[in-house]
């Protein structure tokens, strides 16, 4: 069977792409290497608990916010959200002193400006930047921060919550810092279940839709042909043939996979193989005694031993499963860093006590991530985005084969909106 469209990888973005064609009448195919679709995004089973690999809250999902209508649009609206605590979603803990995040970005500048009562107009101009226009994608992040804010520790409280993205104090873009803040600010939810829900619920709207998806499905090659891409090979054998195709892994394996072409130049291979990575997560999933901690409605972000913003800083984020069965009990906690070595001494700075709460811990590291996603290295979030060289590393869509095109965090900007709203580009380029 020829399709419309094929599309190589069924993380996020790769799924986003097919509902969304598939909504607008495409014939689509999701080939997916590993054994259950979904990426960063599946969820895994261990002695009856249900853990996740890359999700673990969201932004912006309020009616007119960043991610409302998209989610609308895919059907994902009507998954159980849990909206998190208003007035403290994220708590930054830096030194053992706590500071809060609120949602809204009013009460996001009034929550701060108790702690620092002189940066109130700075406060407003960081909103302020946030719900304007997109900054300019050679501006650094670390500078503008700096020339908007006397108080260093202000700087360090505002980025703390960045574990879901990557601080380069040289390179960071102000665009990419900026995308990883608003829509928590907006509104921040937890799921009620695991991450899987999303991916279940997005495969079978494509399937519904009439399109495929198929996984123990390695493309091993990408045939050109006259300057287009004519079918895919995959490692059973397959050949699948479409008039176009999407690629939601990274750029280099993309290009690695036209193994034969008169399009595209060594030069262009090269810059591709060279594109460097951000770093890769440790994931601590635990399994908490049984009446041992009471839920918390928010996520901690413990910090100790320098800048936020300082590589070499421990670090660790704790985040909760929203309880499933209507208890006040936390039995699912998540400690997450990219630092190597285990975080617990450091979380206990914000749950003392925890080492002996646990009753079964599950690990993952940048090597886990490498072998079930076939990210390079392992990395979290994708491609490095940088400033000095925005067009080298915030890619287009489109590439120099002209029914070939990219999806995905390794594009324009990383994480769960930036996912999104390169999925539209990438379809609205197809679609329009």
Known sequence: MKYDVVIIGSGFGGLTCAHLLAKAGRKVLVLEAHWQPGGCMQSYQRKGHSFDTGLHYVGGLGDGETLHDIFEKLGLLQLPWHRMDVDYTDQIIIEGQTYCLAQGFDHFVDVLTDRFPQQRASLKKYVEMLQGPDPDPSVNAWIWLNETFSDPLLIDVLSGSCLKTELRRESLPLLAFAHSQKSYIQSSWRLKGDSGLIVR????????MGGDVVCRAEVTEL??????????LT?????????????DI??????ALVKDSKVLKKIFRTRMSMLA???GMYTYSLVLKPHALSYFNHNKFVYEGG????????KVMLSCRVPEDGKDENLLLDLLTPCEGHPMAL???????LRDMVEQQYVSTPHTWQRFTRTPEGSAYGVRKDCRQPLLTMLSPRTPLSNLLLTGQNVMLHGLEGVVMTAQQTCDILLN
């Not at 990274?250 to 290009?255: D, E, G, K, L, R």
């Open 201 to 208: 619920s997005l495969v079978d709207d494509i399937k519904r």
């Open 223 to 232: 045939i050109e042909h006259e300057g287009r891409i004519v079918a895919a």
């Open 235 to 247: 490692a059973n054998g397959e050949r699948y043939e479409a008039d176009s195709f999407i690629s």
């Open 250 to 255: 990274h750029p280099a394996q993309t290009f």
């Open 277 to 279: 990575n951000t770093y």
């Open 307 to 314: 800048s936020v913003w300082d590589e070499h800083t421990a």
């Open 347 to 353: 979380a206990e700075k914000a749950v003392p006590g």
